[in-house]
Protein backbone atom coordinates (compact mmCIF):
# COMPACT_ATOMS: atom_id res chain seq x y z
CA UNK A 1 0.00 0.00 0.00
CA UNK A 2 3.19 2.49 0.79
CA UNK A 3 6.61 2.03 -0.71
CA UNK A 4 9.28 4.69 0.63
CA UNK A 5 12.58 4.64 -1.11
CA UNK A 6 15.35 6.70 -0.11
CA UNK A 7 12.95 9.72 1.27
CA UNK A 8 14.73 12.73 1.72
CA UNK A 9 13.53 15.84 3.10
CA UNK A 10 15.77 18.90 3.60
CA UNK A 11 14.76 22.83 4.84
CA UNK A 12 17.73 25.86 3.96
CA UNK A 13 17.66 27.52 7.21
CA UNK A 14 19.92 30.63 5.88
CA UNK A 15 23.07 28.91 4.88
CA UNK A 16 22.62 25.81 6.66
CA UNK A 17 21.27 22.68 5.56
CA UNK A 18 18.79 20.76 7.85
CA UNK A 19 18.04 17.19 6.50
CA UNK A 20 14.87 16.48 8.41
CA UNK A 21 14.65 12.88 6.73
CA UNK A 22 17.81 11.26 5.42
CA UNK A 23 17.41 8.30 2.93
CA UNK A 24 14.42 6.62 4.96
CA UNK A 25 12.85 3.69 2.88
CA UNK A 26 10.20 1.45 3.90
CA UNK A 27 6.68 -0.49 2.68
CA UNK A 28 3.59 -0.74 4.31
CA UNK A 29 1.32 -3.51 3.60
CA UNK A 30 -2.49 -3.12 3.37
CA UNK A 31 -3.92 -4.02 6.85
CA UNK A 32 -0.99 -3.51 8.61
CA UNK A 33 -0.94 -1.43 11.82
CA UNK A 34 2.24 0.57 11.89
CA UNK A 35 3.78 3.09 15.11
CA UNK A 36 6.41 5.40 14.16
CA UNK A 37 8.08 6.89 17.05
CA UNK A 38 11.49 9.22 18.03
CA UNK A 39 12.28 11.90 19.92
CA UNK A 40 11.34 15.41 19.12
CA UNK A 41 13.12 16.34 15.93
CA UNK A 42 13.63 12.94 14.55
CA UNK A 43 11.67 13.88 11.40
CA UNK A 44 8.42 11.34 12.35
CA UNK A 45 6.45 14.44 11.68
CA UNK A 46 8.28 15.35 8.41
CA UNK A 47 7.42 11.58 7.79
CA UNK A 48 3.85 11.87 8.26
CA UNK A 49 2.86 15.17 6.48
CA UNK A 50 4.67 13.61 3.32
CA UNK A 51 2.73 10.10 3.49
CA UNK A 52 -0.44 12.06 4.16
CA UNK A 53 0.30 13.76 0.70
CA UNK A 54 0.60 17.58 2.38
CA UNK A 55 4.23 17.64 2.05
CA UNK A 56 6.42 16.61 -0.52
CA UNK A 57 10.05 14.97 -0.17
CA UNK A 58 13.54 17.03 -1.64
CA UNK A 59 14.40 13.76 -3.35
CA UNK A 60 13.38 10.42 -3.08
CA UNK A 61 9.77 8.04 -4.65
CA UNK A 62 7.12 7.80 -2.64
CA UNK A 63 4.12 4.82 -4.07
CA UNK A 64 0.65 5.02 -2.50
CA UNK A 65 -1.79 2.46 -3.94
CA UNK A 66 0.44 1.41 -6.87
CA UNK A 67 0.45 5.54 -7.89
CA UNK A 68 4.10 7.68 -7.98
CA UNK A 69 2.97 10.46 -5.66
CA UNK A 70 5.24 12.96 -7.24
CA UNK A 71 3.24 12.71 -10.48
CA UNK A 72 -0.51 13.77 -9.16
CA UNK A 73 -1.19 17.63 -9.82
CA UNK A 74 -2.74 19.32 -6.69
CA UNK A 75 -6.18 18.31 -7.94
CA UNK A 76 -5.13 14.42 -8.01
CA UNK A 77 -3.50 15.17 -4.33
CA UNK A 78 -6.69 16.81 -2.56
CA UNK A 79 -8.90 13.48 -4.34
CA UNK A 80 -6.55 11.32 -2.66
CA UNK A 81 -6.35 13.24 0.70
CA UNK A 82 -9.94 13.28 0.71
CA UNK A 83 -10.92 9.58 -0.72
CA UNK A 84 -8.39 7.25 0.39
CA UNK A 85 -6.86 8.88 3.44
CA UNK A 86 -7.86 9.62 7.20
CA UNK A 87 -6.60 11.91 9.53
CA UNK A 88 -6.50 11.83 12.89
CA UNK A 89 -4.83 14.74 14.78
CA UNK A 90 -3.76 15.71 18.87
CA UNK A 91 -5.80 18.39 18.88
CA UNK A 92 -8.54 17.14 17.06
CA UNK A 93 -9.28 20.31 14.73
CA UNK A 94 -13.25 20.17 15.19
CA UNK A 95 -15.23 22.76 14.70
CA UNK A 96 -16.64 24.22 17.80
CA UNK A 97 -20.20 25.75 16.42
CA UNK A 98 -21.02 21.97 14.94
CA UNK A 99 -22.20 19.15 16.73
CA UNK A 100 -21.30 15.69 16.11
CA UNK A 101 -23.00 14.58 13.22
CA UNK A 102 -22.57 17.74 11.43
CA UNK A 103 -18.02 17.59 12.30
CA UNK A 104 -17.93 13.84 10.60
CA UNK A 105 -19.84 15.05 7.66
CA UNK A 106 -17.65 17.63 6.84
CA UNK A 107 -15.52 14.99 4.80
CA UNK A 108 -18.76 14.36 2.82
CA UNK A 109 -19.16 18.13 1.47
CA UNK A 110 -16.49 17.76 -1.26
CA UNK A 111 -17.82 14.31 -2.21
CA UNK A 112 -21.49 13.45 -4.26
CA UNK A 113 -22.82 12.48 -1.41
CA UNK A 114 -26.59 13.93 -0.69
CA UNK A 115 -27.01 15.79 2.57
CA UNK A 116 -29.23 13.04 3.56
CA UNK A 117 -27.23 10.13 2.75
CA UNK A 118 -24.16 12.18 4.79
CA UNK A 119 -25.72 12.82 7.66
CA UNK A 120 -26.81 9.00 7.67
CA UNK A 121 -23.27 8.11 7.23
CA UNK A 122 -21.67 10.33 10.03
CA UNK A 123 -24.39 9.16 12.27
CA UNK A 124 -23.25 5.11 11.63
CA UNK A 125 -19.81 5.62 11.93
CA UNK A 126 -20.20 7.78 15.47
CA UNK A 127 -22.10 4.86 16.40
CA UNK A 128 -19.43 2.80 15.25
CA UNK A 129 -16.87 4.73 17.49
CA UNK A 130 -19.47 4.31 20.98
CA UNK A 131 -21.08 8.20 20.35
CA UNK A 132 -24.72 7.14 19.37
CA UNK A 133 -25.95 9.42 22.53
CA UNK A 134 -23.89 12.07 21.41
CA UNK A 135 -24.93 12.75 17.87
CA UNK A 136 -26.14 16.68 18.45
CA UNK A 137 -23.49 17.53 21.31
CA UNK A 138 -21.10 20.11 20.23
CA UNK A 139 -17.62 19.57 21.00
CA UNK A 140 -17.32 21.94 23.85
CA UNK A 141 -20.53 19.69 25.84
CA UNK A 142 -18.06 16.50 25.18
CA UNK A 143 -14.44 14.83 26.89
CA UNK A 144 -11.53 15.14 25.27
CA UNK A 145 -11.69 11.25 24.36
CA UNK A 146 -15.38 11.65 23.26
CA UNK A 147 -13.49 14.64 20.88
CA UNK A 148 -10.83 12.06 19.66
CA UNK A 149 -13.35 9.72 18.49
CA UNK A 150 -15.67 11.93 17.09
CA UNK A 151 -12.24 13.22 15.26
CA UNK A 152 -11.57 9.24 14.46
CA UNK A 153 -15.41 8.74 13.16
CA UNK A 154 -14.78 11.79 10.49
CA UNK A 155 -12.06 9.64 9.60
CA UNK A 156 -13.41 7.02 8.65
CA UNK A 157 -16.45 8.35 7.26
CA UNK A 158 -15.57 8.27 3.61
CA UNK A 159 -14.14 4.80 4.27
CA UNK A 160 -10.52 5.88 3.25
CA UNK A 161 -7.80 3.47 2.43
CA UNK A 162 -5.51 4.27 5.12
CA UNK A 163 -5.91 6.46 8.38
CA UNK A 164 -2.68 8.37 9.55
CA UNK A 165 -2.85 9.48 13.00
CA UNK A 166 -0.88 12.10 14.99
CA UNK A 167 -0.03 11.76 18.22
CA UNK A 168 -3.53 10.55 18.72
CA UNK A 169 -3.83 10.29 22.50
CA UNK A 170 -1.29 13.35 23.48
CA UNK A 171 -3.98 15.39 25.00
CA UNK A 172 -5.80 12.24 26.64
CA UNK A 173 -5.20 10.74 30.18
CA UNK A 174 -4.13 7.49 30.72
CA UNK A 175 -7.72 5.75 30.83
CA UNK A 176 -9.02 7.61 27.88
CA UNK A 177 -5.86 6.68 26.25
CA UNK A 178 -6.31 3.16 26.41
CA UNK A 179 -9.91 3.48 25.16
CA UNK A 180 -8.94 5.25 21.93
CA UNK A 181 -6.12 3.14 21.22
CA UNK A 182 -8.62 -0.11 21.63
CA UNK A 183 -10.65 2.08 19.30
CA UNK A 184 -7.70 1.90 16.83
CA UNK A 185 -7.08 -1.94 17.90
CA UNK A 186 -10.59 -3.04 16.69
CA UNK A 187 -10.76 -0.63 13.35
CA UNK A 188 -7.81 -2.58 12.31
CA UNK A 189 -8.68 -6.29 13.48
CA UNK A 190 -11.51 -5.55 10.77
CA UNK A 191 -9.22 -4.48 8.41
CA UNK A 192 -8.24 -0.54 8.61
CA UNK A 193 -5.26 0.11 7.58
CA UNK A 194 -3.10 2.97 10.64
CA UNK A 195 -0.62 4.82 10.69
CA UNK A 196 0.28 6.37 13.95
CA UNK A 197 3.07 8.51 15.29
CA UNK A 198 4.04 8.67 18.94
CA UNK A 199 6.24 9.37 21.17
CA UNK A 200 5.00 6.88 23.87
CA UNK A 201 6.42 3.49 23.93
CA UNK A 202 3.05 2.12 25.59
CA UNK A 203 1.05 3.09 22.78
CA UNK A 204 3.44 1.94 20.08
CA UNK A 205 2.90 -1.41 22.00
CA UNK A 206 -0.36 -1.43 20.23
CA UNK A 207 0.97 -1.86 16.81
CA UNK A 208 2.27 -4.89 14.92
CA UNK A 209 5.20 -3.07 13.87
CA UNK A 210 7.22 -0.10 15.03
CA UNK A 211 9.44 2.30 13.43
CA UNK A 212 12.24 4.03 15.60
CA UNK A 213 13.57 7.33 13.96
CA UNK A 214 16.54 9.26 14.91
CA UNK A 215 18.47 12.44 13.20
CA UNK A 216 16.00 12.12 10.18
CA UNK A 217 16.97 8.46 9.71
CA UNK A 218 15.23 5.04 10.64
CA UNK A 219 17.49 3.42 13.61
CA UNK A 220 15.75 0.38 13.52
CA UNK A 221 11.57 -1.49 12.50
CA UNK A 222 10.55 -3.98 15.22
CA UNK A 223 7.69 -6.52 15.16
CA UNK A 224 5.88 -6.25 18.32
CA UNK A 225 2.66 -8.22 17.39
CA UNK A 226 3.48 -10.86 19.86
CA UNK A 227 3.74 -8.24 22.81
CA UNK A 228 0.15 -6.57 22.09
CA UNK A 229 -1.96 -8.80 24.44
CA UNK A 230 -5.41 -7.28 22.10
CA UNK A 231 -3.39 -7.97 19.01
CA UNK A 232 -2.18 -11.49 20.52
CA UNK A 233 -5.64 -12.61 21.59
CA UNK A 234 -7.49 -11.67 18.37
CA UNK A 235 -4.43 -13.98 16.44
CA UNK A 236 -4.85 -16.50 18.48
Do not use: W
Not at 50 to 77: A, F, H, R, W
Not at 93 to 102: C, E
Not at 164 to 173: I, K, S, W
Amino acid sequence: MIKIDHLRKSYQTGSVEVRALDDVSFHIRENEFVAIMGPSGSGKSTLMNILGCLDQPTSGNYKLNGQEVSQMNDDDLARVRNRDIGFVFQTFHLQPRLDAVRNVMLPLRYSEVDKIKAQQMATQMLERVGLGARLEHRPSELSGGQRQRIAIARALVNQPKIIFADEPTGNLDSKTSVEIMELFTELHQSGQTIVLVTHEPEIAQYAQKVIHMRDGKIERMEDVKKSNPLLAASNG
